[in-house]
């Protein structure tokens, strides 16, 4: 993100900041998600509207980084607060620590994976392409396949209802 800023005619100090501008703005919408979580019978609107801020800041940044710069920054803070619910969500779908765990394990396991390749991706679609459109336009497509994934866990269930769960372990196994 500091290389998109610098890219579109921000110093390099400026971009850091605006860098370092989404991990302060994170912290709070960070800390209070789990709360929302909890109290929210549906995640739905939850998972929506952190989407929403995250779709609003990713074309934005394609489309005027320079100029909305502090917006993009607080709307993809705010979108952010996708990971922190992820978490959250996962004591909130199960029952048990059985289940609990078979959950976590799956969850973190599978977006660590993601999170991890994410940045490199975007990083080689920048070098291959030598702008931001492919790499937002990846993002955008991410960003898609999240939410789809989220407004299926957001609906009030518990994994231990799941076809194929055995209470101690997983009937996969």
Known sequence: MAQLFRDSGYQ?????LLL???TALGVPVALVMPMLAG???TLRPLVLSLAAASALSYLGLALAPYDGALLWVALLALGQGAFPLVLA????????AEGTVALSAFAQSTGYLIAALGPLFVGVLYGATGGWTVPVGFLLSALAVQTCVGLVIARPRYIEDEDGFVAGRHASR
């Open 39 to 41: 109290r929210l019978r």
């Open 12 to 16: 390099p100090a400026t971009a850091g």
């Open 20 to 22: 370092a501008g989404v």
């Open 89 to 96: 969500t996962i004591g909130l779908r199960a029952r048990t």
